[in-house]
């Protein structure tokens, strides 16, 4: 059934979800030596890589789908022969994206300055407030908002701090600090969506977000909801938005993460949009499941539209969180000798699920997705606030 499909499946993380997703299904998965390391092997639908490549020849806009943007360079160096290189730099690359969508927002502000040129960059030349993030870039790392410009001095070295701290942890094409992009601000309530362009470029909502932060200087990615509410209030919006992304960009079979904000007149502006995934980590598919009780993945390869009605039923008054557990402790993963996770789960009324990421490789303890009534939404509220350090022991 799903012969003329493949996915990438790369580090840093493959959800237990997400394995028994492709053995249920039986998902080609591309036979790449990551994929072996990841425990992908001896199984009968494989690929191996001279075949995947054939086989995207040979059939137009194939599905696939990337557990991780680590795998871009595998599509940009055996794929090139496609325009999905192409097509995938459009929106992995936030300049090119502004860009691309710039009919919709011509008087959107952005700039894009090189790192060296961070040093001489006139912050009196451009409107306050900012936004400054690496142009390719993932997981709001060296994000910062700038709101006067007494801060700027002060960032900038946090920015260079930031940057030798995760220059090794992924490739350039999914983190590359080597440019950055300053746009304006977009102000308003921030949403993130999983969807997928169909085989005619129609797009295909599988669930939507609500990313909550703790003050208006927060950028982390801490908390994110889904209901019956936030889906039901904007799936339409949201899906003429992605309408039109997809009329400029020209984009099938092709899966997306988009993070978008509404400001106070109703207007949708897009932060970003990453391409071949869902959200990262295994995150937000995988609570789509848990949640509403159907498979994101299975759907984008079978082409099938949720039936929201029926999976929205009995779901008043639900919120669906997905934690991200970033070390905001300000203690470095190296000397941290245990993080308390049944200590954290006490603190939840429903967890779903907790995977345990290597916190002294990456910087994060791991994901928490939980079940929580609207009247106890006190405990997210505890979470998004909470720098951690009570969950650690650390060597002094």
């Not at 801490?222 to 936030?230: L, N």
């Not at 207007?267 to 789509?288: H, K, Q, S, Y």
Request: glycine share 4%.
């Amino acid at each position: 059934m799903y012969s003329d499909t493949m996915i990438l499946v790369d580090k840093p993380y493959i959800s237990d979800f997400f394995r028994q997703t492709i053995t249920n299904n039986s998902f080609p998965v591309v036979q790449t030596r990551v994929a072996t390391e990841l425990g992908f092997h001896d199984m009968p639908y494989f690929l191996d890589e001279e075949q995947a490549i054939r086989q995207a020849r040979h059939a137009e806009n194939i599905p696939i789908y990337t557990t991780s943007e680590n795998s871009i360079g595998w599509i940009a160096k055996h794929l090139s022969f496609t325009d999905l290189p192409e097509k995938i730099d459009l929106f992995k690359n936030k300049a090119k994206f502004r860009t691309l969508i710039n009919p919709l927002y011509p008087d959107f502000f952005f700039q894009e300055v090189s790192l060296a040129g961070l040093d001489n960059f006139r912050i009196d030349e451009v409107p306050l407030p900012f936004v400054i993030k690496p142009s390719v870039g993932f997981f709001s790392m060296a994000v910062y908002k700038v709101t006067h410009a007494g801060q700027w001095g002060k960032i900038k070295e946090s920015i260079k701090e930031d940057i030798q701290s995760v220059q090794e942890l992924y490739p350039s094409e999914v983190m590359d600090t080597s440019t950055f992009i300053i746009e304006q601000c977009i102000e308003g309530d921030e949403f993130a969506i999983d969807a997928y362009y169909d085989a005619a470029g129609e797009p295909v909502i599988l669930n939507i977000y609500n990313h909550i932060f703790s003050t208006e200087t927060d950028v982390s990615d801490r908390v994110y909801i889904s209901s019956k509410q936030i889906i039901e209030e904007n799936i339409n919006q949201f899906r003429e938005f992605l309408c039109r992304v997809g009329e400029l960009s020209g984009v099938k079979n092709f899966p997306v993460h988009v993070e978008v904000r509404r400001d106070r007149s109703g207007l949708v502006n897009p932060i970003e949009i990453n391409p071949m995934r869902f959200g990262g980590w295994c995150t937000t598919a995988d609570l789509t499941w848990y949640a509403y009780g159907f498979n994101a993945y299975e759907y984008y390869f079978s082409q099938q539209r949720p039936d929201w009605p029926a999976f929205l039923k009995n779901k008043a008054g639900k919120l669906y969180a997905i934690i991200v557990l970033d070390n905001s402790t300000g203690v470095d993963g190296d000397r941290i000798t245990a993080f308390d996770y049944e200590g954290l789960l006490a603190k939840f009324d429903t967890p779903l699920d907790l995977r345990k990421i290597d916190y002294k490789r990456y910087p994060v303890f791991g994901f928490l997705f939980t079940e929580t009534k609207e009247e106890r939404f006190s405990e997210i509220q505890a979470i998004l606030t909470s720098d951690l350090r009570e969950y650690i022991t650390y060597i002094e």
